[in-house]
């Protein structure tokens, strides 16, 4: 019996220290986007958003995140206008990403300005950032 | 016999390591060596590596004279066509690092020559717009710059001036990617 406890005790403990290891700073940002009238943030419209192509007018008349980031947020990118190497988007290859919610913030108001033309919606960016940080928001 | 022996030795030892601290002690100028050679200062400042140095390299200030930097600072919301706004805190260190850096502030003799070859009544916003930049730069055939895949402008100094960050423009740290190292 005392084993029985042990055990669950122990199995109770595992999805707790899953929570200590999630990003803190993706799961402030989810709340604060969920104050914002968000509903649960979909990995997969991130991804849609992060490939899918805008037109614009000047020199660079195809923009999209991966203009810079690449298709593959495990890959390096390179900056389209100044070649720039810009280290993995993923967190999982790049443990600095998404660490760092003034940085998150600043890049989101400019990189959404220059590729959609415009600011990206609370919910554009909720699933934007589940796409790329894999995680889910938390169920209150 | 012995510690005459433990002594001298010690002696001995003291005297070789201090030979170096002599040596750096020795009167000759660093400073006037760094202002005669090819390079303008080095900033390493983070805040300014971080915020003025993720989309290309971070541009060492004695490269333009404050007039410059002081219009660039001012328009960062349109950054040569990007967005590079900053917030007020922030934008301020910024600004007063590249004022107190810039080339016509500078002692550094590259500096002076980027700064002296603006006509008074210009504000170039490109360090590449500089008459200095444009003399040094005009046997470069285009083929091997906006030709190039690799260079594609020569705003990116650090593609061939392999320590560009550093301040250094040497001659010797020159690769013209695809076509090598330069020699005159």
Redesign the interface.
């Known amino acids: 019996m005392k084993k029985l406890i042990l055990f669950l005790l122990a199995i109770s403990v595992i999805p707790l220290s899953h929570v200590h290891a999630e990003n803190r700073v993706v799961q402030n940002l989810f709340e604060q986007y969920a104050s914002q009238g968000v509903t649960q943030p979909s990995a997969e419209r991130g991804e849609k958003l992060w490939q899918q192509r805008f037109s614009a007018t000047?020199k660079f008349s195809e923009r999209s995140c991966t203009s810079c980031h690449t298709s593959n947020i495990n890959k390096s990118g390179k900056?389209i206008?100044?070649?720039?190497v810009i280290k993995p988007m993923s967190p999982t290859e790049n443990p600095k990403r998404l660490t760092n919610m003034k940085k998150v913030n600043k890049w989101f108001?400019?990189n959404c300005?220059?590729t959609f033309g415009r600011e990206c919606s609370a919910q554009e960016k909720a699933d934007i950032l589940a796409y790329l940080s894999k995680s889910v928001m938390k169920q209150k | 016999m012995k510690s005459t022996l433990a002594i001298g030795s010690v002696i001995f030892t003291i005297s070789i390591l201090s030979i170096p601290v002599v040596w750096s002690d020795s009167d000759f100028d660093w400073d006037k060596y760094k202002r005669k050679s090819s390079g303008v200062a080095a900033v390493s400042n983070p805040v300014y590596q971080e915020e003025c140095g993720?989309?290309?390299?971070a541009y060492p200030p004695g490269l333009l004279p404050s007039r410059s930097w002081e219009k660039i600072m001012d328009h960062l919301d349109k950054h040569f066509?990007?967005?590079?706004?900053l917030d007020p805190q922030t934008h301020q260190t910024i600004s007063q690092l590249l004022t107190k850096n810039s080339a016509d502030k500078s002692n550094y003799r590259r500096s002076q020559k980027f700064s002296r070859s603006i006509s008074q009544n210009d504000i170039p916003l490109r360090i590449t717009e500089t008459p200095y930049f444009i003399r040094e730069h005009n046997e470069i055939p285009k083929r091997m710059v906006s030709g190039n895949p690799?260079?594609?402008s020569f705003?990116?100094c650090n593609?061939c001036h392999l320590k560009a960050e550093k301040g250094s423009f040497n001659e010797h740290n020159i690769n013209i990617p695809g076509y090598g190292r330069w020699d005159d």
Request: net charge positive; hydrophobic share 15%.
């Open positions: 000047g900056h206008r100044t070649n720039k108001k400019r300005k220059w | 993720s989309c290309h390299m066509d990007d967005n590079a706004e690799k260079v594609q705003s990116q593609s």
